[in-house]
């Protein structure tokens, strides 16, 4: 049971003081009671009067109520006040007001235990745990949203718009594109090019100068590489794979190896865990701090125990990762089967196909379907038409068309872009 929250509170305070817009959002969530640490406590106070008084926040204003109030060595000075700015991140402020609301639950518990081991009159007793209680029962329910309060996030989303990351295909991207904390599904069948489509979304984002963290669930890096390395260099992956090219194709390599690393070298990261938890994504996310989260396939994940059946399973793992996504604010693109059922009835799939896991149709924000036509999978010619629908979409534009998938270097365009050249 964690109770001082001192270190969650210092990150709060120093994303307050160095972006002031905040807190509005911070303050209708919490107030100084909530805090742990009684300097921590102070400060949040002199923030809220400083704003009061200023309709705004910073360093300079608040160190100047500080020396008004006669309590700038009380709260550590302009030196203690420098420190804490280093210690937060703006786009975890949901996060660490979360953890100390959790904080002060814990406590408001442990005072409550410590009232009925008291000795002394029971009535007076009884009435401290009863508030303690209360405190309680407010934090829990704490979750309607006064529409004042709804309007004034309206508001600041308006002065902040979403940072829409683009997935490179016009024909999603017109509409439909995706955003920072939104859950992309892209599914279908095996051998459809589910895992190429999805190296090509790499390719979109990194050029986009998106960060990436990626987990290969199904290869291994070096494997998953590879196949960039063909679809860069336009090298035959077939080549690639069984060490046949030629002196001038492996000085093209080596001289793509040369500036590909050197440009992607802080953008592009694979994990060296092939069976991920969602705490080793949400870990590995604290550190790496990507744009883009890509996990292929969700069938080599380490799903949660203590449930019946893989589908509530599957439902955990994919609200935990969405969770993740929100709090990191990072978009999330998850790879996975389609059941069988998808290739009986017709040949083009639904969400309800999607493998095990009817939920991921539910959190997603978009549903990405792909499918060719019967007999297609074993062509062997060089060029594949992929066939894909927005089956679900938040914003309610979908749209359906088809991919064209050159086999030979795995480059994947949209039909009838005449940019794009295989």
Request: contains cysteine; charged residues 30%.
């Amino acid at each position: 049971m964690i109770t001082d929250t001192t270190s969650t509170e210092e990150a709060l305070l120093g994303c307050l003081i160095l972006q002031g817009d905040l807190w509005k959002q911070a303050s209708t969530s919490i107030d100084e009671s909530y805090f742990s640490n009684a300097r921590l406590k102070k400060i949040f106070q002199l923030c809220k009067q400083t704003f009061e008084r200023t309709n705004t926040l910073d360093l300079i204003l608040l160190v100047q109520e500080a020396k008004e109030q006669k309590c700038l060595v009380e709260i550590g000075g302009e030196v203690y006040l420098s420190k804490i700015l280093s210690n937060g991140y703006s786009n975890h402020i949901r996060h660490y007001i979360a953890e100390i609301k959790k904080g002060f639950y814990c406590r408001q518990q442990l005072k409550a235990i410590e009232y009925f081991k008291q000795d002394g009159d029971a009535e007076e007793l009884l009435k401290k745990v009863g508030v303690a209680q209360r405190e309680i029962s407010v934090l829990e329910n704490s979750s309607a949203l006064p529409i004042m309060e709804v309007a004034q996030r309206f508001l600041y989303e308006m002065d902040h718009p979403l940072d829409i990351i683009k997935t490179g295909f016009s024909s999603i991207d017109r509409g439909s594109a995706p955003a920072r904390g939104d859950l992309f599904v892209l599914a279908a069948r095996e051998q459809v090019g589910k895992s190429v489509v999805c190296i090509n979304l790499i390719k979109k984002f990194l050029e986009d100068g998106r960060k990436c963290l990626v987990y290969t669930t199904e290869m291994s890096a070096e494997q998953y590489f590879r196949r960039q390395v063909a679809m860069y260099t336009k090298i035959p992956y077939v080549a690639l794979k069984f060490h046949k090219t030629d002196l001038e194709q492996f000085r093209i390599i080596m001289d793509f190896l040369r500036t590909f690393t050197e440009a992607c070298k802080d953008k592009l990261v694979f994990s060296s865990i092939s069976h991920p938890t969602s705490a080793d994504i949400r870990a590995e996310m604290e550190r790496v701090k990507p744009d883009v989260v890509i996990l292929d396939n969700l069938s080599g994940a380490k799903l949660p125990k203590g449930y019946d059946n893989k589908t509530d399973r599957i439902a955990e793992y994919a609200d935990d990762l969405k969770d993740a996504l929100i709090e990191y604010n990072a978009l999330g693109v998850l790879v996975c089967h389609l059941n069988r059922d998808s290739l009986k009835a017709q040949a083009e799939p639904e969400t309800a196909n999607i493998k095990d896991c009817s939920h991921l149709e539910e959190i997603a924000s978009q549903v990405l379907l792909l499918w060719v036509d019967k007999g297609s999978t074993n062509d062997i010619s060089d060029f594949k038409r992929i066939y894909w629908k927005l089956a679900k979409d938040r914003d309610g534009f979908g749209g359906r068309g088809a991919f064209s998938l050159n086999r030979k270097n795995l480059r994947v365009v949209e039909e009838g872009d005449e940019n794009e050249t295989n």
